[in-house]
């Protein structure tokens, strides 16, 4: 089980990133998986999540409506598509696949004001 993260960057306050999140050794269709993030000195936090058999998904109130997840189950992955940035969402990223508890290495994201 193992999860590989692309993407971030840095970007404007008002513009787009979108990280990737591939999976391999199991189905992103059949598991839950969260996207969490840190920001400097804090613990991670839980940001949106999508879960395996439904493909239901949820957001903090800090990302509704400005983040989305997208799962391509032909090509094992989930986005995380960002719009709207703001300063506050400078933090690294974490994709993680909650049933193994099987974690992406972490992206930067930086916004810059």
């Known amino acids: 089980v193992r999860i590989v993260q692309a993407g971030g960057g840095l970007v404007q306050s008002g513009g787009s990133l979108r990280l990737s999140c591939a999976a391999s050794?199991?189905?992103?269709?059949?598991?839950?998986i969260a996207w969490y993030r840190q920001h400097p000195g804090e613990e991670r936090e839980w940001i949106a999540g999508?879960?395996?058999?439904?493909?239901?998904?949820h957001y903090d109130v800090s990302v509704k409506g400005r983040f989305t997840i997208f799962r391509n189950d032909h090509k094992n992955t989930v986005d995380l598509r960002m719009n709207s940035l703001k300063p506050e969402d400078t933090a690294v990223y974490y994709c993680?696949?909650?049933?193994?508890?099987?974690w992406g290495q972490g992206t930067q994201v930086s916004v810059s004001s």
């Open positions: 993680v696949q909650l049933t193994y508890h099987a």
């Open positions: 999508i879960t395996g058999q439904s493909g239901t998904t």
């Open positions: 050794g199991f189905p992103v269709s059949r598991y839950d």
